[in-house]
């Protein structure tokens, strides 16, 4: 079985910029999670979708969005990138909202 | 704002010793989770125990959890070059739909 997979793995924008990051969950899996970790810290909560649905944000600007398909892969959106953005931004999959995850390997966002 | 706080920050050992980990949060929770990154990669699911369990194992992996003190310990026995990564602890805020994780541990494998 393919792990939580993520595009792309690496990315380059300028400031104003918009960005949009995908995952794909594991097969079977509902439930998709955003994290946003900058260097040196631990990830913060972005969103949560299950069953398509959003059922958690995290305490993000209303620049950050995200949508579920009806396949359980998901994408994040960033509209008008701050520098502040930098960072590495991980997809969790979890076939229960309140069991353990499988991380992907993350997308390492750098903003100029 | 962090749930959850790793003791120490930093952590170096030689190659056979074990290692222990520690993490502090506030609110009551559901579950708490321990995992690995490696080199600012994906995270790693190590182990999950619950807030009726007192200790759990997984190979070398041994977790405690003592919800009076809401505190949890991660032992790592006979260390390997392996091992070192970023140990999180991450908890489910008290039910809430998503996980809270602390600032890490950063360990170090000395050969």
């Known amino acids: 079985d393919a792990g939580v997979t993520q595009s792309p793995t690496h990315l380059i924008k300028t400031r104003g910029q918009h960005v949009t990051l995908r995952c794909s969950p594991i097969s079977g899996h509902k439930s998709v999670s955003w994290y946003q970790q900058v260097l040196g810290q631990g990830p913060q909560f972005i969103f949560q979708?299950?069953?398509?649905?959003?059922?958690g944000r995290g305490n993000f600007p209303d620049r950050f969005s995200a949508r579920q398909f009806p396949n359980y892969s998901s994408e994040l959106n960033v509209n008008a990138l701050l520098l502040g953005d930098s960072a590495l931004y991980l997809c969790?999959?979890?076939?229960?909202?309140?069991?353990?995850?499988?991380f992907g390997s993350g997308t390492r966002l750098t903003v100029v | 704002s962090q749930q959850g706080e790793e003791d120490p920050q930093a952590l170096s050992i030689q190659e056979g010793e074990n290692a222990t980990m520690n993490c502090s949060y506030k609110?009551?929770?559901?579950?708490l989770q321990w995992y690995r990154q490696n080199s600012g990669r994906g995270l790693v699911h190590l182990i999950l125990i619950r807030s009726n369990e007192r200790e759990k194992h997984s190979g070398r992996l041994r977790v405690t959890l003592d919800t009076s003190k809401k505190s949890s310990s991660l032992l790592i026995t006979a260390s390997r070059a392996a091992d070192t990564a970023s140990y999180f602890c991450a908890t489910d805020a008290g039910g809430a739909q998503k996980l809270v994780f602390g600032q890490g541990t950063r360990l170090t494998i000395n050969p």
């Open positions: 609110t009551s929770i559901n579950n």
């Open positions: 969790a999959s979890s076939l229960d909202p309140m069991g353990g995850y499988t």
């Open positions: 979708y299950y069953e398509k649905e959003e059922r």
